[in-house]
């Protein structure tokens, strides 16, 4: 999405108008996206979900490339594309907080 709204000039074609999305990938298919992305932020921390399942099955933090690449060959070719979809997103290590500041009351 950062990417189509770059490239069409929209209103959100700053890089800080989507600052609160993590960079994220639907996989197999942005597979070489993925991959690109990993290159250039080496070490980050991802989550992926599958896209068919629910209630926290079958999510999975990946650190390495190699583990994308354990995940993809063992993709059983006998499911069907549309359940083995995935999303992968850059994991945001602490989720509240908003222009940088941290938005939780302080402990009592």
Not at 31 to 59: C, D, H, V, Y
Not at 75 to 98: M, T
Request: glycine share 8%.
């Amino acid at each position: 999405m950062q990417a189509e709204q770059r490239e069409a000039g929209g209103p959100m074609s700053l890089p800080d108008d989507l600052d609160c999305i993590p960079s994220t990938f639907i996989l197999p298919s942005d597979f070489a996206l993925l991959a690109e992305e990993f290159r250039r932020n080496p070490g980050s921390m991802w989550i992926m979900k599958p896209t068919s399942k629910s209630q926290g099955i079958g999510i999975f933090i990946v650190r390495k490339w190699s583990q994308v690449r354990r995940w993809l060959a063992r993709r059983g070719e006998d499911v069907p594309a549309h359940k083995d979809q995935y999303v992968c997103s850059c994991y945001i290590a602490n989720p509240l907080l908003i222009g940088g500041e941290d938005t939780r009351s302080p402990a009592s």
